[in-house]
């Protein structure tokens, strides 16, 4: 499997693929929306497409839990609030093909019957909610949204709205309540979203990367689709690689592709260097190391080694890379960005920065280790959202893989990566 599969990607490299005339003139929506809306439900279900935002539940399921015929408005949101560390795949996306974005909107909104959905972008990316923003006027002014999409009786608005750059709002329900105009803080489920999410109404919430994939669905069938990718992990991707990799970037490629097939196509690590430890999914998926250059990058397999796929997100760290440091880094990103909404997390993120702080400079002890793993035993599985548990998974798999790097630290008291005791432990 060497082949990249380029859909979403295939104009990135045009001058003019965010434009409507690079783009299309949205036939899969035109075909969408002379289908029966739960036959649009059907088709992504047996297409076998799943979330792309990381958790990798069924899509076509998640829509058909939208109740039909309730008598409320039923809404779509569109998490674009990409924050994980290390994920980069929905903002390119969003800027080099904003349109594919757009007409997976209009299919899915038609297919759970809504007539209003939402583009929840990341605050930061300004140069990113301006190319939407222009994308969905220029939609606007052709008539494929608004009222009467396409001349049918059929109305959709969308709405781009801006977030304030909050980690914690990439979790669906925090989500809700930021476009609700509250602060930004996870519900208790259930109820679940499609039952009472926005404004307590029917809502489903779909990352970017998902609703983009539905018109090459709905253009090309779902076996086409279903053709690629694994038994239970079908379809393509976005891998982000980035990190100490020759070519860092986008490669849009099968479920079930290898991080060795991934490297020989973008060019190796760095020369000179070898691979150390590298994240499967971003920094919330425990870490892997070169003993899982083989693993086949679906939700399963990735699964079973004890990690999880995630966004995709392969950081790529070599071997002048210290995990102590690395682990502390991005514990102190969680630590900043968790709402305090629940002690588990507010407390122990708090306390895993100070232990690893002592750590990385080499003022710690053995003990210390215990330590950190038993506040991450406290903060997994009982704090209100995953950014709790996603603190945990860079430390568990630190000590698991790593426990002698974490040893020679207070052994030498500092960091063995620090030039001036290099000799001590015999790095270069």
Request: aromatic content about 10%; proline content about 6%.
């Amino acid at each position: 499997m060497t082949t990249l599969t380029p859909v979403l990607t295939k104009n990135w490299d045009l001058p003019n693929s965010f434009t409507l005339e690079g783009y299309g003139d949205y036939s899969a929506a035109r075909s969408a929306l002379a289908m029966d809306p739960d036959a649009i439900i059907q088709a992504v279900k047996d297409s076998g497409l799943r979330g792309r935002g990381g958790a990798g539940f069924p899509t076509g399921m998640k829509w058909g839990f939208i109740p039909q015929g309730d008598g409320k408005p039923h809404y779509l949101v569109v998490n674009a609030d990409e924050s994980e560390p290390g994920t980069c795949k929905d903002i390119p996306l969003m800027m080099a093909n904003p349109h594919s974005l757009i007409e997976g909107v209009i299919i899915t909104a038609f297919a759970i019957r809504a007539n209003y959905a939402f583009i929840y972008i990341r605050g930061e990316v300004v140069h990113v909610i301006r190319r939407v923003q222009a994308a969905v006027r220029e939609a606007y002014e052709k008539g494929y949204i608004g009222r009467g999409v396409f001349g049918s009786g059929y109305d959709l608005e969308i709405v781009v709205h801006s977030g304030a750059g909050a980690y914690i709002c990439g979790e669906e329900t925090a989500l809700l309540d930021s476009l609700e105009g509250f602060r930004g803080q996870p519900r208790l489920k259930p109820p679940f979203p499609a039952v009472a999410g926005l404004y307590a109404a029917p809502t489903v919430v779909n990352n970017v990367e998902s609703i983009a994939s539905v018109p090459s669905i709905v253009a090309n069938g779902a076996e086409w689709f279903a053709g690629m990718g694994t038994e239970k992990s079908k379809g393509f991707g976005i891998f982000s690689l980035s990190g100490h990799v020759t070519r860092p970037g986008q490669y849009e490629a099968p479920l079930g592709i290898t991080l060795r097939e991934l490297l020989d196509m973008a060019g190796g690590i760095r020369e000179g260097h070898r691979l150390k430890f590298w994240t499967p999914g971003g920094s919330s998926t425990p870490i892997f190391t070169d003993e899982h250059l083989d693993v086949p990058l679906d939700f399963e397999s990735v699964g079973a080694k004890g990690s999880m796929l995630g966004t995709r997100a392969l950081q790529i760290f070599d071997e002048t890379t210290c995990v102590v440091r690395a682990t502390l880094r991005w514990t102190e990103f969680y630590a900043h960005e968790s709402c305090g909404k629940c002690t588990p997390c507010r407390e122990g993120t708090f306390w895993l920065k100070q232990v690893l702080k002592r750590l990385e400079k080499g003022q710690g002890t053995e003990d210390d280790l215990t330590t950190i793993t038993d506040i991450a035993d406290n903060i997994l599985g009982r704090s209100f959202c995953a950014l709790g548990d996603g603190a945990t998974s860079p430390i568990y798999s630190s000590v698991q893989h790593f426990r002698d790097e974490y040893l020679k630290h207070f052994e030498i008291g500092g960091c063995p990566f620090d030039p001036a005791l290099a000799t001590v432990w015999g790095a270069k």
